[in-house]
């Protein structure tokens, strides 16, 4: 799939959850790259070559402890693979 869609996909289930202004984390494993977003909006707005192929290899969300504000918070963590021709 493409960035493009891969985004407008993941966007739109995060959005159905009302995750709004979860954070997101876009991790590539093929070269260890983090991406990290500080909500929804921000990861559908990032700049990205929008035809670049990926592998989706998994959507998880984890739970997490805020210390700063005292709370629990949403993280919702993205893992690809770069598609290579070869």
Do not use: H, P
Request: net charge negative; glycine share 4%.
């Amino acid at each position: 799939m493409t960035m493009a869609e891969l985004r407008l996909g993941i966007v739109q289930e995060l959005l159905k959850k009302n995750y709004r202004y979860v954070n997101v984390r876009l991790v590539n494993t093929t070269c260890g790259e983090v991406d990290s977003f500080r909500s929804t909006e921000d990861f559908l707005m990032a700049e990205y070559n929008e035809c670049y192929e990926v592998e989706l290899i998994s959507v998880k969300e984890v739970l997490y402890y805020e210390e700063s504000e005292k709370c629990s918070k949403i993280r919702v963590i993205i893992l690809i693979r770069d598609l290579i021709e070869g």
